[in-house]
């Protein structure tokens, strides 16, 4: 894929680099919900994971190369042949793919890593891209920690692997550690030093350890780069990665500036977020720029008269362009399946005639508990219908009896999809703790409960209370989240979604352990 020369590619990693942060692993459903929402969004390229990570994560991509039309479809891979082959298969499916081949070069690396000399990391490069390029002809090379990579050796890795027929060279600031003046050099540096630098396309991808992710990719673009890798919400390893959300709307608001375009409909940004936001329980700050709660909000005096008299005295960015709802118009129980079928549409969502009538019966069950209906309501209710069906495990009944001071007794009654319906009791200090235990002992699965979190998800003394849950089983994290206006069955129902997480992951792991002999395999979060 070629971009012309106004035109910046937008490739999403939220899949696979967002997905490598913790907590925030998803399951092969919501994995695919999200690519869709990046297809709706008009991103060009989707990495869709990590295809040798697991026998899940191959899965993963192959489902969204099958399902997901739109974008080119990406796989990461080491340069290694197994590693190549395994993405190349998963990928097959998609009408057009790319294969991303990584290597690291810088000298902290080298050394302490991979523990291999210059020449060896150079031979490894070219014959990742060469194998590479027997499956596919669009190959894009990343030299991992490139910001910290001495830059002679850097310029010799990418016109080795340009000769070895990579047509995107991705350059990562692997840890977050440039600043802009000096990443914009570095560009510089390379599209002199490097002979057929010309002929490929110039990716950029940024960690935002100091902060400076955006600012760093839009440096890079500003240098010739026509390609920026970012995630939704800006998650990803550590700090995060460039968040698509910020760079796309810098480049589209100052428009003037950079004198560049990218594909994407601005006007799914909003959506997207939250969905992402929802699936993986990486809530928005609320002074996130471009999709934060206040984003839009205007609280002094001085401001509000300005924006009375003129919208442009305080607004860069209309909230429309982002595909922020306009109103907060509040529904209630008199409101018809016609007026919340326009409401869901307004905030983004595409629903079927049958998934509208789940999640307008659910409105009508909140609606008779809650008095007025606000957009996040009906967000969380469209969201965890999206999510709630998976199981296995689901809840049928819970009943809490609590006395302060005296602790508490949960009764619970869960069924699973293999048809086991199982009832246990357990008492607590308070009634999350009896509920937690009564579900521990149904279902079997222990967890350590890391973080625990409330809150309401709108206004009012009936507002619904959202609970997230952050636990660890096996060395791995994990979280569930539900919303409900009774706070004790969204703290159990955020429980179950937990160990939903962990039999679906453990049923991976057990299908793969045949293929996983046969590759050498590569923990979760191993970048
Ligand atoms: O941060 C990084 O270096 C990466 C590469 C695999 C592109 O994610
Ligand atoms: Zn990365």
Same mark, same amino acid.
């Given at each position: 894929?070629?971009?012309?020369?106004?035109?910046?590619?937008?490739?999403?990693?939220?899949?696979?680099?967002?997905?490598?942060?913790?907590?925030?692993?998803?399951?092969?459903?919501?994995?695919?919900?999200?690519?869709?929402?990046?297809?709706?969004?008009?991103?060009?390229?989707?990495?869709?994971?990590?295809?040798?990570?697991?026998?899940?994560?191959?899965?993963?991509?192959?489902?969204?190369?099958?399902?997901?039309?739109?974008?080119?479809?990406?796989?990461?891979?080491?340069?290694?042949?197994?590693?190549?082959?395994?993405?190349?298969?998963?990928?097959?499916?998609?009408?057009?793919?790319?294969?991303?081949?990584?290597?690291?070069?810088?000298?902290?690396?080298?050394?302490?890593?991979?523990?291999?000399?210059?020449?060896?990391?150079?031979?490894?490069?070219?014959?990742?891209?060469?194998?590479?390029?027997?499956?596919?002809?669009?190959?894009?090379?990343?030299?991992?920690?490139?910001?910290?990579?001495?830059?002679?050796?850097?310029?010799?890795?990418?016109?080795?692997?340009?000769?070895?027929?990579?047509?995107?060279?991705?350059?990562?600031?692997?840890?977050?550690?440039?600043?802009?003046?000096?990443?914009?050099?570095?560009?510089?540096?390379?599209?002199?030093?490097?002979?057929?630098?010309?002929?490929?396309?110039?990716?950029?991808?940024?960690?935002?350890?100091?902060?400076?992710?955006?600012?760093?990719?839009?440096?890079?673009?500003?240098?010739?780069?026509?390609?920026?890798?970012?995630?939704?919400?800006?998650?990803?390893?550590?700090?995060?990665?460039?968040?698509?959300?910020?760079?796309?709307?810098?480049?589209?608001?100052?428009?003037?500036?950079?004198?560049?375009?990218?594909?994407?409909?601005?006007?799914?940004?909003?959506?997207?977020?939250?969905?992402?936001?929802?699936?993986?329980?990486?809530?928005?700050?609320?002074?996130?720029?471009?999709?934060?709660?206040?984003?839009?909000?205007?609280?002094?005096?001085?401001?509000?008269?300005?924006?009375?008299?003129?919208?442009?005295?305080?607004?860069?960015?209309?909230?429309?362009?982002?595909?922020?709802?306009?109103?907060?118009?509040?529904?209630?129980?008199?409101?018809?399946?016609?007026?919340?079928?326009?409401?869901?549409?307004?905030?983004?969502?595409?629903?079927?005639?049958?998934?509208?009538?789940?999640?307008?019966?659910?409105?009508?069950?909140?609606?008779?508990?809650?008095?007025?209906?606000? %957009?996040?309501?009906?967000? =969380? *209710? #469209? $969201?965890?219908? /999206?999510? !709630?069906?998976?199981?296995?495990?689901?809840?049928? &009944?819970?009943?809490?009896?609590?006395?302060?001071?005296?602790?508490?007794?949960?009764?619970?009654?869960?069924?699973?999809?293999?048809?086991?319906?199982?009832?246990?009791?357990?008492?607590?200090?308070?009634?999350? %703790?009896?509920?937690?235990? =009564? *579900? #521990? $002992?149904?279902? /079997?699965? !222990?967890?350590?409960?890391?973080?625990?979190?409330? &809150?309401?998800?709108?206004?009012?003394?009936?507002?619904?209370?959202?609970?997230?849950?952050?636990?660890?089983?096996?060395?791995?994290?994990?979280?569930?989240?539900?919303?409900?206006?009774?706070?004790?069955?969204?703290?159990?129902?955020?429980?179950?979604? #937990?160990?939903?997480?962990?039999?679906?992951?453990?049923?991976?792991?057990?299908?793969?352990?045949?293929?996983?002999?046969?590759?050498?395999?590569?923990?979760?979060?191993?970048?």
């Amino acid at each position: 894929m070629t971009p012309t020369a106004d035109r910046v590619l937008i490739f999403d990693t939220t899949l696979r680099d967002g997905e490598q942060a913790p907590g925030c692993s998803m399951t092969q459903p919501e994995k695919l919900r999200v690519a869709r929402a990046l297809a709706e969004l008009d991103v060009d390229i989707i990495e869709a994971g990590f295809p040798a990570a697991s026998r899940g994560d191959w899965e993963a991509v192959n489902a969204v190369a099958r399902e997901v039309s739109g974008p080119v479809i990406c796989g990461l891979a080491r340069c290694s042949r197994e590693d190549i082959e395994l993405a190349a298969r998963a990928l097959t499916d998609a009408p057009r793919h790319r294969l991303h081949v990584f290597l690291a070069t810088s000298a902290i690396h080298r050394q302490h890593k991979l523990h291999m000399a210059q020449e060896e990391i150079l031979r490894l490069a070219v014959e990742g891209v060469s194998i590479a390029r027997e499956y596919c002809d669009d190959v894009e090379f990343s030299p991992e920690d490139a910001s910290r990579t001495e830059l002679d050796f850097l310029a010799q890795v990418v016109e080795a692997v340009v000769a070895a027929g990579a047509t995107t060279i991705n350059i990562p600031d692997t840890v977050g550690y440039t600043v802009p003046d000096e990443f914009g050099e570095l560009f510089r540096y390379l599209r002199q030093h490097v002979r057929g630098i010309d002929k490929v396309t110039l990716s950029v991808h940024c960690h935002d350890d100091l902060g400076m992710a955006v600012a760093n990719s839009l440096t890079a673009v500003v240098a010739g780069v026509r390609q920026i890798e970012c995630t939704i919400n800006g998650i990803g390893e550590r700090a995060g990665n460039c968040s698509l959300e910020e760079v796309v709307m810098a480049l589209a608001t100052r428009a003037a500036f950079f004198n560049l375009k990218t594909n994407v409909n601005t006007s799914r940004l909003y959506p997207t977020s939250r969905l992402v936001s929802s699936i993986t329980g990486m809530p928005i700050p609320r002074n996130k720029a471009v999709i934060g709660e206040n984003a839009f909000a205007h609280e002094a005096g001085i401001h509000q008269h300005g924006m009375l008299q003129h919208r442009s005295t305080y607004e860069i960015m209309r909230p429309e362009d982002v595909g922020l709802p306009r109103s907060n118009l509040v529904l209630g129980k008199h409101s018809g399946r016609h007026a919340f079928r326009e409401r869901v549409k307004e905030l983004g969502f595409e629903l079927d005639d049958l998934e509208l009538n789940r999640v307008f019966e659910e409105f009508k069950a909140l609606a008779d508990r809650k008095k007025e209906l606000f %957009d996040g309501d009906i967000e =969380a *209710i #469209v $969201l965890r219908a /999206g999510s !709630a069906a998976h199981g296995p495990w689901n809840l049928e &009944h819970l009943d809490v009896e609590a006395h302060s001071g005296a602790g508490a007794k949960a009764t619970v009654r869960l069924k699973h999809t293999d048809g086991r319906v199982i009832e246990r009791q357990a008492a607590g200090d308070g009634p999350v %703790d009896a509920a937690y235990k =009564a *579900i #521990v $002992l149904a279902t /079997g699965v !222990a967890v350590t409960v890391r973080k625990f979190e409330v &809150h309401a998800v709108t206004i009012g003394e009936d507002a619904q209370g959202e609970a997230i849950l952050y636990v660890d089983n096996n060395g791995r994290s994990y979280r569930g989240s539900s919303v409900s206006t009774n706070i004790i069955e969204a703290a159990g129902r955020a429980l179950l979604e #937990v160990i939903n997480r962990i039999e679906l992951s453990q049923k991976s792991v057990r299908q793969g352990a045949g293929q996983r002999e046969k590759t050498t395999p590569l923990a979760h979060n191993v970048i």
